[in-house]
Every structure is written in structure tokens, then in C-alpha cells.
């Protein structure tokens, strides 16, 4: 069955940096392009950054433009995600994200935090 699992999370201090991991199996981690997306309190869902299977194409939301980076390393079957200059408004719940067979599959999510 598929499996995502996110590590990586945690606290920081405005202006810091986080790398977030996910580590997926159960599937053909490099025929799919996969997502990062979060969720903060009281707020919808959202599409954070987006990578294609071969990881040569990659799409960010406004808000993280030039702060954050995905990849991904095929041969270990992990998504990364490098959110660097971090700010408040970037404080959720960070979660991967896969669409197989017209289903979404999610991780668990991992918390991030942003405070001084």
C-alpha cells in the first residue's frame, strides 16, 4: 500500500531554514510528479510546491517563491522540500501528497513552527 511519511519538521525562528523529508513507498515513486502542501490553523488546505516525475519541472504558490526548494531523489524514493527565510506565515502542518489512480494519497503530516 502506498506510504508517505514527512520528517523534518520543527521549530525555527523567523528568518531560519527547515528541510523537509518524505519518504514514499508502496508505489513507483518516479512515474508520478508529487506535492508538498500544508495546512495552518483554521485554513484551508494548501498547494505549496509541485515536482515532476524526473524532477526537471517544478512549481511553487506565490508565497514561497524564492524561499523554498523541492526535489526529489529517485533512487531513494524521497521528496525533499528547502524552505529557507522562514516567516510566520509559513507556520502548519506540512504534508506529501501523491495522485494514483485518481485518488490522493497523504502523509501524516509534519508540524512546522515558526517563532521566535
Known amino acids: 500500500q502506498v506510504q508517505l511519511v514527512e520528517s523534518g519538521g520543527g521549530l525555527v525562528q523567523p528568518g531560519g531554514s527547515l528541510r523537509l523529508s518524505c519518504a514514499a513507498s508502496?508505489?513507483?515513486?518516479?512515474?508520478?510528479?508529487m506535492n508538498w502542501y500544508r495546512q495552518a490553523p483554521g485554513k484551508e488546505r494548501e498547494l505549496v510546491a509541485s515536482?515532476?516525475?524526473?524532477?526537471?519541472?517544478?512549481n511553487y504558490a506565490d508565497s514561497v517563491k524564492g524561499r523554498f526548494t523541492i526535489s526529489r531523489d529517485n533512487t531513494k524514493n524521497t521528496m525533499f522540500l528547502q524552505m529557507n527565510s522562514l516567516k510566520s506565515d509559513d507556520m502548519g502542518v506540512y504534508f506529501c501528497?501523491?495522485?494514483?489512480?485518481?485518488?490522493?494519497?497523504w502523509g501524516q503530516g509534519i508540524q512546522v513552527t515558526v517563532s521566535s
Open positions: 508502496g508505489f513507483t515513486f518516479n512515474i508520478y510528479p
Open positions: 501528497n501523491v495522485r494514483r489512480n485518481h485518488r490522493n494519497y
Open positions: 515536482i515532476s516525475r524526473a524532477g526537471d519541472s517544478t
